[in-house]
């Protein structure tokens, strides 16, 4: 079994990767499964861009493949944020029921049709040769007018998914997993790994 | 009555006289010995390697200490009827009752390595590992079998000890005490002090006291049939280790660090390994290469003095746990602990030095982990000249200055995650600097220490004061 380093220490996307690694002949190991500490500095300008520098500091590090996320929100009516500083938006700190209230207030009156936005999360993977690849997917949908749900967490309840009419907080696992943006780039991601597996 | 007691008291005088005198002439054959033997053993602080998740041999054996050999010591030709007589167990232990090494050592903690057949034209010499609480014993040119754990003997007091030690067990359940040549009691009975964790049905009962606690031998044979043994045995502590051989056996002497030197410190580069700390904006610096080098740099300069003994926790890429890092400051009783680290925050914008020291300060009279944390956030101030954060009191929660029973101190350079500190960090000119500035403070340290005098305080209050930083930002 080959070892992939996912550079995260969030368990629930671990189990994510884990199933969908499952039955491939990659073992996906967290750093700290790795006993590898690090804490990057990344200020990329763009998704994919942050996705690569964790996912590089990785492999540099342990020798080994290393993949990274970097995932937000995009809201096209202001401009693109909280986007790349999703996390830090009003600060590390602030609740995300600030966050989404800020958010709320400031696309009050705006129609629907302004109010697109999208999940982003960009996946990288670096190779111990220093080959990498990255790959995004997105989630559309549109802010909704106030927040609803409980089943998500961070921006979930004010993120409106026109193809279930519910906010990503009110759809069930099953449904979210459909969409996932997470799952789709890591679907990608898989790809690219086999892909270059084949070579070895 | 009282003449009994006149007569009792007479005895105890008399042997108090010979003990005395006895103790004078092992005293001055030791400061000799240590002269010969000091510059050797400076040089194995290099001894360390890379690991990942434990500690793994070096590939490169640094000798430092060559035995010495019996005819050496001085007081070989004396007649043996003058002195006292050795305790029992180094009867059992060394069988060599009328060694002039036996003499010098018998109230000494000493492993003693027995020599059997084919260990006539052996050479032995010693590596220390002090952050691992190691010890490499590598006995060359021997002509017979390779030498067994069982051959591995530990005296302390008047216990001795032979062969692998059990792995103690977590929790206390009665258990049968293993037989074999690797459970070897202790000819007396055990201390009336139990660890109160052990429960004296515990196998490994006998063997608290041991100083040995793993023992790991491996041997190669050399191209003229001769067979080179390597013993990695992991101790209780960390010594300062010597080597002594007679006809019969080699001993090696755990000596109290404090014994033999007068001033140590403990410098610790933080991070290593696969632990990076901090990486800088697109992966150019690794903190645990910063911290390392600048403790090198320190290195060259404590390098010049021969007044301070300082350990380093690591001088290669590997990381040592923080118990470890820590532990060896405690072990050798540490003047200082100085670890150096670069500090990272989210907030981009935060920059400058700080110094951290645990709230409990190890309140010493005269000089404590905040005094400590003072005087090298003043030298910082001084030599690289960033902006003042100030000494900061952790609450007990940063272990690797926690557990110190010493003054112990952490430095956080400057942030790698301003980029304005970054590239005065990258400057080899400012790593130099805050090289020249944590020896200052040591020195500054040591004369404080030396003084005795109570420091006044409120030099605080001044600093934080800098709004402007040396390097006009």
Same mark, same amino acid.
């Given at each position: 079994?080959?070892?992939?380093?996912?550079?995260?220490?969030?368990?629930?996307?671990?189990?994510?990767?884990?199933?969908?690694?499952?039955?491939?002949?990659?073992?996906?190991?967290?750093?700290?499964?790795?006993?590898?500490?690090?804490?990057?500095?990344?200020?990329?300008?763009?998704?994919?861009?942050?996705?690569?520098?964790?996912?590089?500091?990785?492999?540099?590090?342990?020798?080994?493949?290393?993949?990274?996320?970097?995932?937000?929100?995009?809201?096209?009516?202001?401009?693109?944020?909280?986007?790349?500083?999703?996390?830090?938006?009003?600060?590390?700190?602030?609740?995300?029921?600030?966050?989404?209230?800020?958010?709320?207030?400031?696309?009050?009156?705006?129609?629907?049709?302004?109010?697109?936005?999208?999940?982003?999360?960009?996946?990288?993977?670096?190779?111990?040769?220093?080959?990498?690849?990255?790959?995004?997917?997105?989630?559309?949908?549109?802010?909704?007018?106030?927040?609803?749900?409980?089943?998500?967490?961070?921006?979930?309840?004010?993120?409106?998914?026109?193809?279930?009419?519910?906010?990503?907080?009110?759809?069930?696992?099953?449904?979210?997993?459909?969409?996932?943006?997470?799952?789709?780039?890591?679907?990608?991601?898989?790809?690219?790994?086999?892909?270059?597996?084949?070579?070895? | 009555?009282?003449?009994?007691?006149?007569?009792?008291?007479?005895?105890?005088?008399?042997?108090?006289?010979?003990?005395?005198?006895?103790?004078?002439?092992?005293?001055?054959?030791?400061?000799?010995?240590?002269?010969?033997?000091?510059?050797?053993?400076?040089?194995?602080?290099?001894?360390?390697?890379?690991?990942?998740?434990?500690?793994?041999? &070096?590939?490169?054996?640094? *000798?430092? @200490? #060559? %035995?010495? /050999?019996?005819?050496?010591?001085?007081? =070989?030709?004396? +007649?043996? $009827?003058?002195?006292?007589?050795?305790?029992?167990?180094?009867?059992?232990?060394?069988?060599?009752?009328?060694?002039?090494?036996?003499?010098?050592?018998?109230?000494?903690?000493?492993?003693?390595?027995?020599?059997?057949?084919?260990?006539?034209?052996?050479?032995?010499?010693?590596?220390?590992?002090?952050?691992?609480?190691?010890?490499?014993?590598?006995?060359?040119?021997?002509?017979?079998?390779?030498?067994?754990?069982?051959?591995?003997?530990?005296?302390?007091?008047?216990?001795?000890?032979?062969?692998? &030690?059990?792995?103690?067990? *977590?929790? @206390? #359940? %009665?258990? /049968?005490?293993?037989?074999?040549?690797? =459970?070897?009691? +202790?000819? $007396?009975?055990?201390?009336?002090?139990?660890?109160?964790?052990?429960?004296?049905?515990?196998?490994?009962?006998?063997?608290?006291?041991?100083?040995?606690?793993?023992?790991?031998?491996?041997?190669?044979?050399?191209?003229?049939?001769?067979?080179?043994?390597?013993?990695?045995?992991?101790?209780?502590?960390?010594?300062?280790?010597?080597?002594?051989?007679?006809?019969?056996?080699?001993?090696?002497?755990?000596?109290?660090?404090?014994?033999?030197?007068?001033?140590?410190?403990?410098?610790?580069?933080?991070?290593?390994?696969?632990?990076?700390?901090?990486?800088?904006?697109?992966?150019?610096?690794?903190?645990?290469?910063?911290?390392?080098?600048?403790?090198?740099?320190?290195?060259?300069?404590?390098?010049?003095?021969?007044?301070?003994?300082?350990?380093?926790?690591?001088?290669?890429?590997?990381?040592?746990?923080?118990?470890?890092?820590?532990?060896?400051?405690?072990?050798?009783?540490?003047?200082?602990?100085?670890?150096?680290?670069?500090?990272?925050?989210?907030?981009?914008?935060?920059?400058?030095?700080?110094?951290?020291?645990?709230?409990?300060?190890?309140?010493?009279?005269?000089?404590?982990?905040?005094?400590?944390?003072?005087?090298?956030?003043?030298?910082?101030?001084?030599?690289?000249?960033?902006?003042?954060?100030?000494?900061?009191?952790?609450?007990?929660?940063?272990?690797?200055?926690?557990?110190?029973?010493?003054?112990?101190?952490?430095?956080?350079?400057?942030?790698?995650?301003?980029?304005?500190?970054?590239?005065?960090?990258?400057?080899?000119?400012?790593?130099?600097?805050?090289?020249?500035?944590?020896?200052?403070?040591?020195?500054?340290?040591?004369?404080?220490?030396?003084?005795?005098?109570?420091?006044?305080?409120?030099?605080?209050?001044?600093?934080?004061?800098?709004?402007?930083?040396?390097?006009?930002?």
């Amino acid at each position: 079994m080959r070892k992939i380093i996912f550079a995260t220490g969030n368990e629930g996307k671990m189990r994510e990767i884990r199933e969908i690694f499952k039955g491939t002949p990659y073992e996906v190991l967290s750093m700290k499964e790795a006993g590898i500490s690090a804490d990057i500095v990344e200020d990329g300008t763009s998704f994919e861009e942050n996705a690569l520098i964790k996912a590089r500091a990785v492999a540099k590090l342990s020798g080994e493949i290393a993949m990274a996320d970097d995932s937000g929100l995009v809201v096209d009516f202001l401009g693109g944020a909280p986007g790349i500083y999703s996390a830090r938006f009003l600060g590390e700190d602030t609740s995300y029921e600030i966050k989404n209230q800020y958010i709320l207030d400031q696309l009050k009156g705006v129609l629907p049709s302004g109010r697109t936005a999208r999940f982003v999360c960009a996946i990288a993977v670096v190779f111990p040769d220093g080959e990498s690849g990255v790959r995004v997917a997105t989630v559309e949908g549109r802010i909704a007018d106030a927040p609803a749900g409980d089943n998500g967490f961070g921006y979930d309840p004010i993120f409106y998914v026109p193809e279930f009419g519910l906010t990503t907080a009110q759809l069930s696992m099953e449904q979210k997993n459909k969409i996932s943006h997470r799952a789709k780039a890591l679907e990608a991601v898989k790809r690219e790994v086999l892909c270059a597996g084949t070579d070895v | 009555m009282l003449r009994r007691a006149v007569q009792a008291s007479f005895v105890l005088l008399c042997l108090c006289i010979l003990f005395s005198a006895y103790i004078h002439r092992v005293m001055a054959a030791d400061a000799a010995f240590l002269k010969l033997i000091l510059p050797i053993l400076s040089v194995s602080e290099a001894g360390e390697w890379e690991d990942a998740a434990g500690p793994v041999p &070096p590939d490169i054996a640094l *000798p430092v @200490a #060559t %035995p010495i /050999p019996v005819e050496d010591l001085a007081q =070989q030709d004396e +007649p043996a $009827s003058d002195l006292p007589p050795l305790p029992a167990v180094w009867k059992n232990v060394a069988g060599a009752e009328s060694s002039a090494v036996v003499r010098q050592l018998q109230d000494v903690r000493v492993i003693v390595l027995e020599k059997r057949e084919g260990y006539g034209g052996s050479t032995a010499f010693l590596e220390e590992l002090p952050t691992t609480r190691q010890l490499r014993v590598t006995v060359g040119g021997i002509m017979g079998d390779a030498l067994s754990d069982g051959q591995v003997k530990r005296i302390a007091g008047d216990a001795y000890y032979c062969g692998t &030690p059990p792995t103690p067990t *977590p929790t @206390a #359940t %009665p258990s /049968p005490i293993p037989t074999g040549k690797t =459970q070897m009691a +202790p000819t $007396s009975p055990a201390s009336p002090t139990p660890v109160p964790t052990l429960s004296p049905s515990d196998p490994y009962y006998v063997w608290r006291n041991d100083v040995v606690k793993a023992i790991e031998t491996t041997a190669e044979m050399a191209e003229d049939g001769s067979m080179t043994q390597t013993l990695l045995l992991t101790l209780d502590k960390t010594y300062v280790y010597q080597l002594y051989e007679d006809e019969w056996n080699y001993y090696i002497a755990l000596i109290r660090p404090k014994d033999v030197y007068e001033k140590i410190i403990v410098v610790d580069a933080g991070h290593g390994g696969l632990d990076a700390g901090t990486i800088s904006q697109g992966g150019a610096y690794l903190e645990k290469n910063m911290n390392l080098d600048m403790v090198l740099r320190l290195k060259e300069l404590l390098d010049e003095q021969d007044q301070i003994k300082v350990y380093y926790t690591r001088t290669t890429d590997w990381k040592p746990s923080l118990r470890q890092r820590i532990n060896l400051a405690n072990d050798v009783e540490a003047d200082f602990f100085l670890s150096v680290h670069c500090n990272a925050n989210e907030t981009r914008a935060l920059h400058g030095t700080e110094v951290l020291y645990d709230s409990r300060q190890n309140a010493f009279s005269g000089m404590n982990s905040r005094r400590f944390a003072q005087i090298l956030l003043e030298e910082m101030d001084e030599h690289l000249g960033l902006y003042n954060r100030g000494i900061v009191a952790r609450e007990q929660n940063l272990t690797v200055i926690k557990y110190a029973e010493v003054p112990a101190a952490l430095v956080e350079v400057a942030f790698m995650s301003n980029a304005s500190d970054l590239e005065i960090l990258s400057r080899e000119e400012a790593r130099a600097q805050v090289a020249q500035g944590l020896f200052d403070a040591i020195m500054r340290g040591y004369e404080e220490l030396g003084s005795g005098a109570e420091q006044e305080e409120g030099t605080e209050e001044a600093m934080g004061q800098r709004k402007e930083d040396r390097w006009g930002r």
